[in-house]
């Protein structure tokens, strides 16, 4: 994450919290206290022009919210979020973040919902265009439509149908199609195949890479799934309780990760290639995020905490190429780990 | 759009669930059948009707009180008697039969037009306006549809002229059942719409930039007009029955516009003389189309839920 | 007859506007005492219906149509209704993918197992507290006599699991059909609730009917596995020589298409199109149209099952009269 690198975007400290307080009559009568949840807290990441940064984590630790933030449906209470250059929290008026809302789009988990079921297929990937502008209603339109749906492996001919018309693989196809309707330079993709069966899963991601390649894409990845993650990113950041523990170059992490938790996160996975191996697991729960444990959120389920893990919070340490927030990472106490795999030794130097 | 288009789309509509629901259901047809035939008589009645209803010349004194099937003073029949005023009952019948369906109707549209667009705001902005909107909606519901229609008909009596008053007797009608029906809609509509606007497809218009009102108008409303179509139906049976209470209590619509409901009230003086058929006909008629209406509405109400489609 | 479930030829229709669909097309498989069967396949291959079917539950539209399901010898796809019942719940216990579904929101955890448990069992109610709780210590449920007063919204998802594991295992049953049981929860705590589930069948010696749609959990827990591809079962194999080398070109293209953690930057296998919906059958093989390898007959005949190695496969490429004759 050198200055050098095209930086396209850019999230400096960025928090986020909700209120989950009781109502006020409740608070009166029964002193209950405000409530606020911790949902991202003082996160920091650079995304490089071209590249796939993946945001990995259990659900609730704020990677969802990050994808919102920066998608621009979610304001943030603290930090900023810069996109080509520009913070996005401070546009006065829906004209004046137009330019940035064509830049940037969105892929949601669920097909079923993403696209709205009274609209035919044709109308909901010409949104985009018409909303910024790019083009009238009338044969070019209908043209560009037919040649985004070439584009994502569907018929020309599907423009007059309805999203009720087709499977979830499909529908994914029509909302990347929608995505790149309005040809932007950053794809906010939020768990884009978590809700697919695996067969469709490997042709959306193959679909996602090639237009990486031919389009020069930016993506932001939020995934809960490692293996996707290996499989997509170039760089990527585990979270933890609405904080990055560790992140930097995807090969590095997945090949030699540091951070206590991205090392049994990865230990956990069931992997269909090594049935029944014996590793460790991930003891207990999350806690949640309306009451974060003190210094290190990860202490009470860490092998390695002390008395230092539970009073002060780590900070980002550099580690080759990746940042990693442990003290047992600083102090040396981290135990070495056996490579996993010897493939993914034999992988991890090409994307570095 | 284009004749083959319409054809496209209707037949599309004729394949669909929807329609294949209908055609199994004999009781909807029923129900669909008769409801459409008393439309058409209602918008027919200046032409089914033997005589002008709203005509006091073609009412004659000497035939009042005729049992159907009597032949009158001067040769006339009248197939289903005649009224106190000596009018054909069928005549009255059909015009009363369109007075309370335009009524009927048209405050059913107005309510529910102002239903879904407070209930829009409501779920969709949330905070002070929904507590406003949705306060309101509480209060209204302390009344009861008849109380409220009746202070806003004796409000509009003793602040305008008689004659003005006649005039715009229909319009004050309508106004005052849709006053009381709006809340339904709103509460309704509020609660989808609050499911809704978190749905994934109206994120990616938002981050699309796509602007506030286009939300809600193309995206949202389409979503929740099903709901509303079937409220609408049960209400307008209800709007037709709320209506002819009215006039039954005198409140509603001058003699001289006949709906079902004054009908009833002018024969009830003469039931228990006998004459049954003043009151009795045009009773049964608003029972027929309360029911068909009703029929209909449930029919759609259950074709239009998931999760009893089988 | 050393089979705990047999179930033999079945065949589930589902009517649509008067047109009976197939849903479940003449599958055939059998779960011994303690074994852990997955069944695994894409969403719409009808793998839970089959399930659905074996616990007796299957509801209008869907209806057996045809085939045998014996447990423990006896045929039970055939009892009425209350036989059905007290042998749900006592001798084949349900898990769900979603908690919420198996427990009764407005109940404790405690009456709910205590009901459970003296339904089927002859226990007295203190018997069946103590039995409750011991359960609840055992799904690893911290402080189990206090929780048993808890109601399912106070606990988190991976609790509530382990609660309907405890209901499952409560009147000790010997066949669980399990549901996607962990497809709702994050990884870290499907590994826990995974290793609970195999722990307490070898402890018990129940066995299990794993309904899953991910290769991952069939390689954590299953003995066997049960490839379902368009309502049909296309191979039956134990799990270790069944992911190493699978001889269905479907399981195969399957595993191919699973991204793996170890190996980057290499495209992803595709099967082409889509599996056919049950309103638009498919001749022969169902899996002809996207098979890289089908022949011709593949389009007309449908193949029987063959044996390869210690799985069954239904495909002509194992047929052993073709391979000889190549």
């Known amino acids: 994450m050198s200055g050098g690198k095209d930086t396209l975007l850019s999230v400096d400290r960025l928090t986020v919290r909700f209120d989950a307080s009781p109502s006020l ?54 930090g900023s979020v810069s996109f080509m250059g520009v913070d996005i929290a401070g546009f006065r008026t829906r004209h004046a973040a137009m330019p940035y809302r064509r830049n940037l789009q969105m892929i949601f988990q669920d097909p079923y919902a993403s696209l709205n079921p009274r609209w035919r297929v044709g109308r909901i990937i010409a949104e985009p265009i018409l909303t910024h502008g790019l083009m009238k209603r009338g044969v070019a339109l209908d043209e560009r439509v037919a040649e985004l749906l070439d584009t994502v492996g569907l018929a020309p001919g599907d423009a007059a149908k309805f999203p009720h018309q087709f499977s979830g693989g499909q529908r994914q196809r029509i909302s990347i199609a929608r995505a790149l309707a309005a040809n932007p330079a950053f794809i906010v993709c939020d768990e884009p195949t978590s809700a697919l069966d695996v067969s469709v899963q490997a042709q959306i991601l193959n679909l996602m890479k090639r237009l ?74 999350v806690p949640s995020p309306l009451a974060p444990p003190t210094g290190c959120a990860f202490h009470p389920r860490c092998p390695l905490a002390n008395a230092r893990c539970a009073r002060e919070r780590p900070l980002p340490l550099r580690v080759e190429a990746a940042l990693v927030a442990c003290h047992a990472v600083e102090e040396g106490r981290l135990p070495s780990r056996p490579p996993a795999n010897e493939n993914c030794l034999a992988t991890s130097g090409d994307a570095a | 759009m284009s004749l083959a288009a319409l054809r496209h789309s209707l037949g599309n509509w004729w394949r669909g669930d929807l329609a294949y ?135 509009a009596r003793t602040a305008m002229p008689a004659a003005l008053h006649a005039e715009l007797a229909v319009p004050i009608l309508i106004a005052a059942i849709a006053a009381s029906f709006w809340v339904q809609y709103a509460r309704t509509v509020r609660g989808l719409v609050l499911v809704e606007r978190g749905r994934d497809y ?16 193309s995206h949202i409303l389409p979503n929740v007009l099903g709901p509303v179509l079937v409220i609408a139906t049960i209400n307008l049976a209800l709007a037709i029955l709320t209506e002819s209470t009215l006039s039954f209590l005198g409140v509603g619509l001058p003699s001289t516009q006949p709906s079902l409901g004054s009908l009833v009230r002018i024969g009830n003086e003469f039931v228990f003389s006998g004459d049954w058929w003043i009151s009795a006909l045009p009773g049964l008629l608003l029972v027929l189309l309360s029911l068909s209406v009703n029929i209909f509405g449930d029919w759609l109400r259950d074709a239009l839920n998931p999760k009893l489609a089988s | 007859m050393s089979a705990l479930l047999s179930v033999q030829g079945l065949r589930v229709e589902i009517a649509r506007r008067g047109r ?28 839970s219906v089959t399930g659905t079917a074996v616990l007796g539950l299957l509801e209008r539209p869907a209806r057996q149509a045809g085939g045998r399901i014996l447990f423990d010898g006896r045929r039970i796809d055939t009892l009425d209704e209350d036989a059905m019942r007290a042998l749900r719940g006592k001798e084949i216990a349900a898990v769900f993918q979603d908690p919420l579904t198996s427990l009764d929101p407005l109940m404790t955890i405690g009456d709910q197992l205590t009901e459970t448990i003296r339904t089927h069992l002859d226990l007295n109610p203190a018997e069946a507290v103590e039995r409750a709780a011991r359960l609840l210590a055992e799904v690893g449920i911290p402080a189990p006599r206090e929780r048993l007063a808890s109601y399912p919204h106070e ?97 195969r293209g399957l595993m191919a298409s699973i991204p793996d953690l170890h190996r980057r930057d290499v495209e992803l ?5 889509s599996m056919p919906r049950p309103d638009a059958p498919v001749p022969g093989c169902a899996f002809h149209p996207r098979c890289p390898r089908a022949l011709v007959r593949c389009a007309s005949e449908r193949p029987p099952t063959f044996t390869v190695g210690a799985s069954e496969v239904a495909c002509w490429l194992a047929d052993p009269v073709a391979r000889s004759a190549a």
């Open chain 1, 25 to 78: 009559i409740k608070r009166l009568l029964t002193g209950a206290r405000r409530r606020t949840v911790h949902a991202v807290e003082e996160v920091e990441f650079e995304v490089t022009r071209g590249s796939t940064f993946a945001l990995v984590g259990e659900s609730g630790c704020g990677k969802s919210t990050i994808a919102r933030t920066i998608a621009g449906i979610q304001p943030p209470s603290g």
């Open chain 1, 212 to 285: 990486q390649r031919e389009r020069g894409l930016t993506y932001l990845l939020i995934s809960h799934n490692l293996a996707v993650v290996a499989h997509m990113a170039d760089a990527m950041g585990v979270m933890y309780l609405g904080r990055l523990v560790e992140q930097g170059d995807a090969g590095q992490i997945l090949a030699r990760p540091l951070h206590p938790y991205t090392r049994l996160l990865l230990d956990t996975v069931p992997d269909p290639r090594a049935p029944k191996r014996a590793r460790a697991r991930l003891a207990g729960e």
């Open chain 2, 21 to 155: 629901r209908f055609r199994r259901s004999p009781v909807a047809i029923l129900a669909a059948l008769v409801g459409l035939a008393l439309l058409v008589a209602a918008m027919g009645a200046p032409v089914l009707a033997p005589y002008d209803a709203f005509d006091p010349a073609a009412a004659n004194a000497a035939d009042a009180r005729l049992p159907p099937c009597v032949e009158g003073m001067f040769g006339d029949v009248y197939l289903l008697g005649t009224d106190p005023q000596g009018r054909d009952m069928l005549s009255a019948m059909l015009y009363g039969l369109r007075t309370s369906l335009v009524v009927g109707l048209a405050s059913v549209a107005a309510a529910a037009l102002a239903g879904v667009l407070l209930g829009l705001i409501a779920g969709y902005f949330g905070g002070v306006l929904d507590a406003f909107i949705m306060r309101a909606a509480d209060v209204q519901l302390s009344f009861p549809a008849i109380l409220i229609a009746l202070l806003i008909d004796g409000v």
């Open chain 2, 202 to 217: 109206v994120l990616a218009a938002k981050v699309t930039g796509v602007s506030t009102p286009r939300i809600l108008i």
């Open chain 3, 20 to 47: 009976a669909m197939t849903a479940i097309d003449d599958v055939s498989f059998e779960i011994a005492a303690g074994e852990i069967l997955g069944v695994v396949g894409e969403s719409g291959a009808g793998k």
């Open chain 3, 155 to 251: 606990m988190s998802g991976g609790m509530r699991q382990r609660v309907v594991l405890a209901l499952a295992f409560s009147c000790e049953p010997r066949l669980i059909i399990a549901d996607e049981p962990t497809t709702a929860l994050d990884v870290s705590i499907q590994a826990q609730i995974l290793d609970l589930l195999r722990a307490m069948c070898r402890e018990r010696g129940t066995a299990v009917m794993l309904v899953t749609h991910d290769m991952g959990v069939i390689a954590e827990v299953a003995d066997r596995v049960a490839v379902m591809y368009a309502g049909r079962l296309v191979e039956v194999g134990p799990t270790a020589s069944l992911l190493a080398a699978a001889a269905h070109p479907y399981t």
């Open chain 3, 269 to 273: 296998a595709q099967i082409p199109g």
